[in-house]
């Protein structure tokens, strides 16, 4: 004879008061969010009204104008995303070379593992420090 086998009862998501700690952390990531983003568009009289506004009347692009306007700023943002681009292509093709060779070899997968875990054991205030 065979052990009864015991159905488990379906596993539910759903406990009392989870939705509403689940939507009260969005709410928490959102609303900081918006208010960043309807500021930055409302003009600055209407930024001081009151009652507050949840939406700008008249949406306004000049803030952003006037930043960019600001030449250093300007030379530090296409600074930044040439070194954003630079390193993501890097990036690319040598985790491209490492894979390919990974897959193709156990030797490359011994070692693309061992580099992997030797750059992930590394903290990152280590790896930062001699940059500076």
Do not use: C
Request: charged share 10%.
């Amino acid at each position: 004879m065979s052990a009864p086998s015991r159905q488990s009862a379906p596993l539910r998501s759903f406990r009392p008061g989870r939705r509403a700690i689940e939507a009260a952390v969005i709410l928490s990531v959102l609303v900081p969010l918006y208010l960043l983003a309807k500021q930055a568009i409302t003009p600055d009289l209407e930024s001081f009204a009151w009652p507050p506004l949840w939406l700008p009347h008249h949406p306004t692009g000049a803030h952003f104008s006037a930043v960019f306007k600001v030449t250093e700023l300007r030379a530090a943002i296409m600074r930044s995303l040439l070194v954003a681009i630079v390193s993501a292509a890097v990036a690319t093709v040598l985790g491209a070379m490492l894979a390919y060779a990974m897959a193709r070899s156990p030797a490359g997968r011994a070692a693309g593992f061992g580099a992997v875990t030797v750059a992930r054991l590394l903290p990152m205030i280590a790896v930062a420090l001699p940059l500076a």
